[in-house]
């Protein structure tokens, strides 16, 4: 087979870069490993308004709820809500959002295998993409797309990889006793070291997940939902429907393109840094890999071409990507008792107006420099050896 584009992975980020590709005319063959688009799917499905507005993704049949307060279960669990009164971020069905992505995509003239999955890659002036399942081929390619997951084989194939750092999560779907507008975040190294532990509502459902740097994720979800004492209370334990573990790159741990090639979405690392969200910074990044590619595809994809994407990218998110690991390696090293500390700020009054005002979704760079700018102001709040504990950290991640 041959064909201009060969696109290695029918997630979002995938069949985004197909439609865009094979609109402009450009032969494109989408490869999925799985039966069909947007299933299995390891994801809390929130996105925040003002990424699709600008991403123009007008919200469907797939939009499950509207979130419009956060609520911090600190270590101590004294809870903290942040609110504006306003809907800041949708709650999707990813299996439906997925697919009519997919949809798009093949309606724009790509070409979509399922059950196949690409094994490996010929590198040369034409790269190769060996194919094993329902199609056991190989395709010929101008230009190969690694849309296939942080564990991206592309990325691994071509040597992209700088290191592989990853958070590893599990996530159920149950009933659970939650607010309709609100996410839950629970914080504590006893049950989600490194990261949080979540409950967002998700229609009749609740999706209840966690994060961790160390250990078994599903092991420690499993042992959350019985032991947190307030999500316990309030999660169906024996109305499990289904379970899903999944990984989370972090930004900057890899090369995003090289002689032929371009990686998008979790293949590329391109996620928030502090939530692992990264559907909106995902399609973000390939709306400029989609550019990049049109002019390169014009003449010869070579690395040279190609760096433009880095460039674009680094542009857009570099500085959001830069601070946010920053922050969050003191996050992953503070201690229980450190985060009691920092949520307590958070009722103060000077603080909320403060997080009300600077606070985007999609972007947290904004309100990370707010912080960083009063912090005169802020850390007398906190005692002096907590913070110069952490203070290198954000000097050197
Ligand atoms: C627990 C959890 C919760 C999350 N919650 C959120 C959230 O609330 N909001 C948010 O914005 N983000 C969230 N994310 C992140 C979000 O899910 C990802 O950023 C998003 O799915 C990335 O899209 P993608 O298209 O790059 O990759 P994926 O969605 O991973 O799609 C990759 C596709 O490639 C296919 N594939 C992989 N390897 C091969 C191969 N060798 N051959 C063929 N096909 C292959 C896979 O089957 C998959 O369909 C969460 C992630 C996790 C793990």
Known sequence: ????????????????VGEALAKQGFEVVIVEEHGEVGNPACCAGIVGTGGFRELKIKPRKWVLGKLRRAVFYPPSNRPVEISRGKVEAFVIDRAAFDRELA???????????????????????????????????????RLVVGADGPASIVAREVG?????????????ETVAKVRSDATELYFGSSFAPGFFAWLTPAGDLCRVGLGTSQGNALGKLLSF??????????????????????????????????????????????????????????????????EVAIDALGSEPTAKKLRAYEQAVMKRFGREFELGIRVRRIFERMTD???????????????????????????????????LINAPRLLPLLELKKILKYSRYLLKP
């Not at 992209?160 to 996530?171: G, I």
């Not at 999500?231 to 090289?258: D, V």
Request: contains cysteine; positive net charge.
């Open 1 to 16: 087979m041959q064909a201009d584009v060969v696109v290695v992975g029918g997630g979002p980020a995938g069949c985004f």
């Open 337 to 371: 008792e450190d985060l009691n500390s920092i949520f307590e700020l958070l009722r103060k009054e000077d603080v909320r107006a403060l997080v009300h005002k600077n606070f985007d979704f999609d972007r947290h760079e904004k309100l990370l420099r707010a912080l």
């Open 225 to 290: 939902i019985k032991t947190c004492p307030t999500a316990s209370t309030k999660i169906q334990s024996k109305k499990i429907l289904n379970i899903y573990t999944g990984l989370i790159p972090e930004p900057l741990t890899r090369k995003i393109y090289a002689d032929r090639v371009m990686l998008v979405g979790d293949a590329a690392g391109h996620v928030k840094p502090l939530t692992g969200g990264g559907i909106y910074v995902g399609l973000s990044c390939a709306q400029l890999a989609v």
């Open 160 to 172: 992209l990889l700088k290191t592989a750092r990853y958070l590893k999560c599990a996530q159920l």
């Open 103 to 141: 949809r798009k995509a093949v309606k724009a003239g790509a070409t979509l295998l399922l059950r196949t999955r690409c094994v490996g890659l010929k590198l040369g002036r034409e790269p190769v993409v060996k194919l094993k399942g329902a199609r056991e081929t190989e395709v010929e390619a």
